[in-house]
């Protein structure tokens, strides 16, 4: 949250935070030009996947409540093992040798399959296996 107006003398911007009903932050008032972030340290799930969430002002607010930016994340969990961290860390250190920039080496190397790196092979055994990288191709 940041305030991006001048407030005039008699006017105060503060609410506060509601997710599912319940209180769950301390009152925010934003800073002039600043940044303030509320984060949340404990994963949070919401009953049939929907979240509520709400900004509501206090009864001394005069303005109302603002959101500049919002960032949600989830958990993706994946059927299979992740590639191999040493062989993760070869590759990166690789890459950064190199000043290599492909536009998709992001993530993990191998997995999900559809995603692999490109220029990379990797070896799928079974699910429960890491994966391997057994091939680079830097000719492109």
Request: glycine share 4%; proline share 6%.
């Amino acid at each position: 949250f940041a305030e991006i107006q001048d407030l005039q003398a008699n006017d105060t911007r503060e609410f506060n935070i509601l997710l599912n009903g319940e209180v769950f932050s301390d009152t925010i008032i934003p800073k002039k030009l600043g940044v303030t972030t509320v984060p949340s340290v404990t994963p949070t799930t919401c009953q049939g996947g929907e979240c509520s969430l709400q900004l509501t002002r206090t009864k001394t607010s005069t303005l109302p409540p603002l959101l500049n930016a919002l960032e949600i994340y989830a958990v993706i969990q994946f059927p299979q093992s992740e590639t191999n961290e040493n062989e993760v860390a070869a590759i990166k250190n690789i890459e950064a040798t190199y000043g290599l920039s492909r536009i998709n080496w992001q993530g993990d190397p191998c997995v999900p399959q559809q995603f692999m790196w490109n220029g990379l092979n990797c070896s799928h055994t079974n699910i429960s296996t890491a994966p391997r990288i057994t091939s680079l191709n830097l000719s492109s």
